[in-house]
Nanobody, 126 residues
Framework: QVQLVESGGGLVQAGGSLRLSCAAS????????MGWFRQAPGKEREFVAR????????DYADSVKGRFTISRDNAKNTVYLQMNSLKPDDTAVYSC???????????????????WGQGTQVTVSS
């Protein structure tokens, strides 16, 4: 059973930065495709960023491109989301997710990720 635990959320002013972390346990992290999603109040969950097991060919939602960076450290079983130039519209619960079939890209679809963390709140004040 794979477990994912996010941390690093909080309250920040617009224009500020936060770095989210997602620590994985219970599986072979280095072979997982990982993603970050977010859900704002009253809205559907949306894709933010993803990184394949190789660490190459990252992908971002248009709304965060150029501001957010996803990365991973397989030695620490951790995936990160560096968020810069934050905007009030970035306010949401951010969750990391794992897709364990390294040979099948999950794309940007939440249903393709099998394991999820509990989420961490990010609030950006104007």
């Amino acid at each position: 059973q794979v477990q994912l635990v996010e941390s690093g959320g909080g309250l920040v002013q617009a224009g500020g930065s936060l770095r989210l972390s997602c620590a994985a346990s219970g599986g072979t992290f280095s072979s997982y495709n990982m993603g970050w999603f977010r859900q704002a109040p009253g809205k559907e969950r949306e894709f933010v960023a993803r990184i394949p097991w190789s660490g190459l060919a990252t992908d971002y939602a248009d709304s965060v491109k150029g501001r957010f960076t996803i990365s991973r450290d397989n030695a620490k079983n951790t995936v990160y989301l560096q968020m810069n130039s934050l905007k009030p519209d970035d306010t949401a619960v951010y969750s990391c997710a794992a897709a364990t079939n390294r040979f099948a890209s999950p794309g940007t679809y939440s249903w393709a990720f099998e394991y999820w963390g509990q989420g961490t709140q990010v609030t950006v004040s104007s």
